[in-house]
Structures are given as structure tokens and as C-alpha cells.
């Protein structure tokens, strides 16, 4: 699985940060970012799935 | 109390969010206007003003800034073209809220590191000691208000110190908040006006003191920034610090308020959260969703149709980001407030590019607001012979919220 902020969608809510850090960063502005290169291990699918289902802009794009 | 415009008798056609009213029986009224068949509800009231109720269209709306501009957010009795002197878009009154693009870009860009959540994570500890402080105030009294002796005062304490203003002028600062956002619908008076004057002369007063005397605060900050090359001009720097004071008031108030009122009156969720207090930060994204207590206003820029309604220049539409939230196409049970909720997509903080500047601080204080009220006060109910009062206009929480205290530890 991988996932991709799209960052044209990103308003910094925030909410990926939050659930997963582990899978998303943040930048100084707030705006959220994928860590290595959006890859995510198997143990983290589920906390990937919760992520981008609070986003409130569907700014998440998850890749099976 | 009504509003100038008196009471409402039909709310279908003639609603009134400045009534006390609507924010007291906010979802019965949502109920009444969608079972009425209107998606789009609309009040001859301020000038013309819409309701839509659905989070498709309150999304839309937040995401079309050419057919909506933000040049006022507050539904006022005047349009900006009768207010003399109103600072154009897309500048606007308080940037950037107030701002549409592309200024409004680069207006928030500025402030976003100030308000990131590395910068506001570490505020955790001070918070605490915050709400400890005012629940050892309390002393060991079995009523207690929890709105009058501590929601409200969280956030101003808070956002005061941010921004360089004195802690002491607290309640100064909450009569403004009450001025700019709470009585809408009150007859426009000289007293009313001279409570306006000396809001702006506060400020322009503070602003000057930072001039002369700098320091490392969100208004030094703003009188030392640039935005394409060039020093923010007065109006830019007294009106953004005029948002953060009002925005970051409260409407956190209100949400810690809303949060301790559902905890109050649901005793299962409470001795729940705590016995399982890591259980609090996903509650509270539950309370956001379901007692948000936002709602944003935007103006019609030229007469356009919408969902088969037609929308003339300047009517004002209000942004429901709280009947949003409870819009069963995007919620299942939306309105059942469940702390297990875990797919939780609310839009209690805006949506698109006015996403709430302050979430990160509203969130922190939020949860440690929560947390804290629960630690010290494990068990508490409403005191039933006293009423919860409830906000006026478009913040909506709980004023008075007169607990009887049954646990302390």
C-alpha cells in the first residue's frame, strides 16, 4: 500500500499528523506530506486507512 | 429578547440566527426547514440572507471563492456597501479571513508557522496549569459554572499572551467578542457604536506601544513582516490582530463548553473517558463534529443561481459547518453523537482555504481542557434547578453551565 497527500487539496488540518505520524509529516506551514516515499508497512494499513478517512479535504489518495 | 427585526414566527421562511432561539434549538429548527423541502433556506432579514443545510453545498460554497467573496463573515444589519470607510476585498476588514485571492494567500501564509502544530504542541504543559489553576479556584464548592469559571477563560488567556496584550484585560476582550459576533441583531445604537470606537482605539493604542517598544509576540511579528516586498500597511496589521482576539476566543470557548455540557448530560461516556482518558482525543473530534460551533458567512459577489435558488449581489450565505456536520449523506447517524466514531471527516474547522488558522491551538486546549475537567471532576451533572443559557448569532455554545460537582480527586 502507499498513500499520497495531494497537496493542491491540503489545507493543514492537520488530522493525518495526528492519527499517523508515523506515514505523514508536516511542514513550518502545516501543510501534511507523506513520509518514505508514501510506503506504507503492512502493520500501518489500517492507522494509513484511518488517516485518510478523517481528512476533511479527501486530500489522501491511498494506492493497494 | 428578539432581534430588530422581532420575533420569528415561521422559521421555514423567515429564520433568524440572531434569535436566541435558533443556537437553544438549533437542530430542531435544521429538522423543521429540511422537512419544509428547502435544501436552501432564506430570511428577508439582513438584507437577504441564505441557509443552505447540506455539506455538498456548504463545501461548495466554501470552495468557490469567484461566485462567494469572504469581504465580511459576520451577517451584519449593514452590507459592506453601506458600512462607510469598510476596507475593500480583497483585503477586507480582517485579513485573511476577511480576504479572498490571491491576497488572501499570501496574508495567510504568514501566519501559518506561528499557528503549525510543532509551535503549539509545546503550549501542552502551560495549558494545564491553566485549567488546574481555575479548577483550584473553584475551592471545594458543589455548584460550579463551568462556562463562567472555566471554559471562557482558556482560550483568552491563551491568545492574549500570543499576541502581546494584557492578561488583565480578559474581560474586555470577551464584552468585544460579545459586541463583534453575539448581538447582531441588536438595535444599532450610540452606545453600541461608542463600544466599537474604543475597541479600535484599544488596538490602535497596543499596536503603536509595539511600535515603540518591540518584542517577541504575534504583534511584533506582524509589524516586522513583509508581504511582497513591503511592510503590511496599518489596517492589514490592526485587522489580522483583531481576528486572532476574536477568532480565538470563543469559539474554543464554546467547544470546550459544548463538550463538558454533552459530558455532563451523558454519564456513560463519561465514566468511559475517565476510566480511558486515551480515548478523549478521538471524543473530542466527535464533540467538533457534532457541537461545532462555527458557522461562516460569505457574500454573494453578482447575482448568480445556486441549486435553483437566485442569489442576488451582496445577499449574505451563511456557511453551516455544524449542519454540514450532521448531514446523514456524509455521516452515518449523524446525529447520534458516538465517541467510538472513528471515520470522522467533520468540518468544524472550515473547509478549502479558510481552513481555521487557530485548529492546532483549538484542538490542544480542547483536549486539555477535557482531560483536565475530568481528572479533577470524575463524576459532575447538570444542576437541574438553574438553566444552561446558550451563545447568540453565528458562535454557538454555552454561556452559563451550572454543574453540581459529585466527585473530586
Same mark, same amino acid.
Given at each position: 500500500?502507499?498513500?499520497?497527500?495531494?497537496?493542491?487539496?491540503?489545507?493543514?488540518?492537520?488530522?493525518? /499528523?495526528?492519527? &499517523?505520524? @508515523? %506515514?505523514? !509529516?508536516?511542514?513550518? /506551514?502545516?501543510? &501534511?506530506? @507523506? %513520509?518514505? !516515499?508514501?510506503?506504507?508497512?503492512?502493520?500501518?494499513?489500517?492507522?494509513?486507512?484511518?488517516?485518510?478517512?478523517?481528512?476533511?479535504?479527501?486530500?489522501?489518495?491511498?494506492?493497494? | 429578547?428578539?432581534?430588530?427585526?422581532?420575533?420569528?414566527?415561521?422559521?421555514?421562511?423567515?429564520?433568524?440566527?440572531?434569535?436566541?432561539?435558533?443556537?437553544?434549538?438549533?437542530?430542531?429548527?435544521?429538522?423543521?426547514?429540511?422537512?419544509?423541502?428547502?435544501?436552501?433556506?432564506?430570511?428577508?432579514?439582513?438584507?437577504?440572507?441564505?441557509?443552505?443545510?447540506?455539506?455538498?453545498?456548504?463545501?461548495?460554497?466554501?470552495?468557490?471563492?469567484?461566485?462567494?467573496?469572504?469581504?465580511?463573515?459576520?451577517?451584519?444589519?449593514?452590507?459592506?456597501?453601506?458600512?462607510?470607510?469598510?476596507?475593500?476585498?480583497?483585503?477586507?476588514?480582517?485579513?485573511?479571513?476577511?480576504?479572498?485571492?490571491?491576497?488572501?494567500?499570501?496574508?495567510?501564509?504568514?501566519?501559518?508557522?506561528?499557528?503549525?502544530?510543532?509551535?503549539?504542541?509545546?503550549?501542552?504543559?502551560?495549558?494545564?496549569?491553566?485549567?488546574?489553576?481555575?479548577?483550584?479556584?473553584?475551592?471545594?464548592?458543589?455548584?460550579?459554572?463551568?462556562?463562567?469559571?472555566?471554559?471562557?477563560?482558556?482560550?483568552?488567556?491563551?491568545?492574549?499572551?500570543?499576541?502581546?496584550?494584557?492578561?488583565?484585560?480578559?474581560?474586555?476582550?470577551?464584552?468585544?467578542?460579545?459586541?463583534?459576533?453575539?448581538?447582531?441583531?441588536?438595535?444599532?445604537?450610540?452606545?453600541?457604536?461608542?463600544?466599537?470606537?474604543?475597541?479600535?482605539?484599544?488596538?490602535?493604542?497596543?499596536?503603536?506601544?509595539?511600535?515603540?517598544?518591540?518584542?517577541?509576540?504575534?504583534?511584533?511579528?506582524?509589524?516586522?513582516?513583509?508581504?511582497?516586498?513591503?511592510?503590511?500597511?496599518?489596517?492589514?496589521?490592526?485587522?489580522?490582530?483583531?481576528?486572532?482576539?476574536?477568532?480565538?476566543?470563543?469559539?474554543?470557548?464554546?467547544?470546550?463548553?459544548?463538550?463538558?455540557?454533552?459530558?455532563?448530560?451523558?454519564?456513560?461516556?463519561?465514566?468511559?473517558?475517565?476510566?480511558?482518558?486515551?480515548?478523549?482525543?478521538?471524543?473530542?473530534?466527535?464533540?467538533?463534529?457534532?457541537?461545532?460551533?462555527?458557522?461562516?458567512?460569505?457574500?454573494?459577489?453578482?447575482?448568480?443561481?445556486?441549486?435553483?435558488?437566485?442569489?442576488?449581489?451582496?445577499?449574505?450565505?451563511?456557511?453551516?459547518?455544524?449542519?454540514?456536520?450532521?448531514?446523514?449523506?456524509?455521516?452515518?447517524?449523524?446525529?447520534?453523537?458516538?465517541?467510538?466514531?472513528?471515520?470522522?471527516?467533520?468540518?468544524?474547522?472550515?473547509?478549502?482555504?479558510?481552513?481555521?488558522?487557530?485548529?492546532?491551538?483549538?484542538?490542544?486546549?480542547?483536549?486539555?481542557?477535557?482531560?483536565?475537567?475530568?481528572?479533577?471532576?470524575?463524576?459532575?451533572?447538570?444542576?437541574?434547578?438553574?438553566?444552561?443559557?446558550?451563545?447568540?448569532?453565528?458562535?454557538?455554545?454555552?454561556?452559563?453551565?451550572?454543574?453540581?460537582?459529585?466527585?473530586?480527586?
Amino acid at each position: 500500500m502507499r498513500v499520497h497527500v495531494d497537496s493542491s487539496k491540503c489545507q493543514g488540518h492537520n488530522r493525518c /499528523y495526528a492519527l &499517523a505520524p @508515523e %506515514l505523514f !509529516d508536516v511542514d513550518e /506551514y502545516g501543510n &501534511a506530506f @507523506e %513520509l518514505n !516515499d508514501g510506503v506504507v508497512p503492512v502493520e500501518l494499513e489500517a492507522k494509513a486507512r484511518l488517516a485518510a478517512n478523517n481528512c476533511p479535504e479527501f486530500a489522501i489518495i491511498i494506492e493497494d | 429578547m428578539t432581534t430588530v427585526y422581532g420575533p420569528v414566527t415561521d422559521w421555514a421562511t423567515d429564520f433568524d440566527h440572531g434569535d436566541p432561539e435558533y443556537n437553544k434549538n438549533i437542530h430542531q429548527i435544521w429538522e423543521t426547514l429540511k422537512a419544509s423541502g428547502c435544501p436552501i433556506a432564506h430570511t428577508e432579514r439582513y438584507g437577504g440572507t441564505w441557509l443552505p443545510l447540506t455539506h455538498e453545498m456548504v463545501h461548495e460554497i466554501a470552495y468557490d471563492t469567484d461566485h462567494f467573496t469572504s469581504r465580511n463573515v459576520v451577517v451584519g444589519q449593514l452590507k459592506p456597501s453601506q458600512v462607510e470607510g469598510a476596507i475593500p476585498a480583497p483585503i477586507g476588514g480582517a485579513p485573511p479571513i476577511t480576504s479572498d485571492p490571491p491576497f488572501h494567500a499570501g496574508a495567510r501564509r504568514l501566519l501559518l508557522p506561528a499557528f503549525s502544530p510543532k509551535k503549539i504542541d509545546p503550549l501542552r504543559s502551560k495549558m494545564e496549569k491553566m485549567c488546574n489553576d481555575l479548577i483550584d479556584k473553584m475551592g471545594d464548592r458543589e455548584h460550579v459554572d463551568a462556562a463562567l469559571e472555566y471554559s471562557q477563560h482558556i482560550p483568552v488567556l491563551i491568545i492574549a499572551e500570543m499576541l502581546g496584550l494584557p492578561l488583565e484585560d480578559a474581560d474586555k476582550f470577551r464584552g468585544w467578542v460579545n459586541l463583534v459576533l453575539g448581538n447582531i441583531g441588536d438595535e444599532r445604537n450610540e452606545d453600541r457604536m461608542a463600544q466599537f470606537m474604543e475597541f479600535d482605539a484599544y488596538l490602535h493604542k497596543h499596536i503603536a506601544d509595539h511600535v515603540e517598544n518591540p518584542r517577541d509576540d504575534l504583534i511584533s511579528f506582524l509589524l516586522d513582516s513583509e508581504m511582497d516586498g513591503h511592510k503590511l500597511l496599518p489596517e492589514h496589521v490592526q485587522g489580522t490582530v483583531l481576528l486572532i482576539l476574536i477568532a480565538g476566543i470563543d469559539t474554543t470557548w464554546s467547544g470546550i463548553g459544548s463538550s463538558l455540557w454533552h459530558l455532563a448530560t451523558n454519564a456513560v461516556d463519561r465514566r468511559r473517558l475517565v476510566e480511558n482518558p486515551e480515548m478523549i482525543p478521538q471524543a473530542v473530534e466527535e464533540f467538533l463534529r457534532a457541537y461545532a460551533p462555527v458557522t461562516m458567512a460569505r457574500l454573494v459577489r453578482e447575482d448568480v443561481e445556486f441549486h435553483g435558488v437566485q442569489m442576488k449581489e451582496e445577499d449574505w450565505v451563511l456557511l453551516p459547518f455544524p449542519a454540514a456536520n450532521r448531514d446523514e449523506a456524509q455521516f452515518e447517524n449523524a446525529d447520534t453523537v458516538d465517541i467510538d466514531r472513528e471515520e470522522n471527516r467533520h468540518a468544524a474547522f472550515g473547509l478549502g482555504i479558510h481552513r481555521c488558522i487557530g485548529s492546532n491551538l483549538a484542538r490542544l486546549e480542547l483536549n486539555v481542557a477535557v482531560e483536565t475537567f475530568l481528572k479533577r471532576f470524575p463524576d459532575f451533572e447538570l444542576n437541574g434547578s438553574e438553566e444552561v443559557t446558550w451563545s447568540t448569532g453565528q458562535v454557538r455554545g454555552p454561556r452559563t453551565l451550572p454543574f453540581r460537582v459529585l466527585s473530586r480527586s
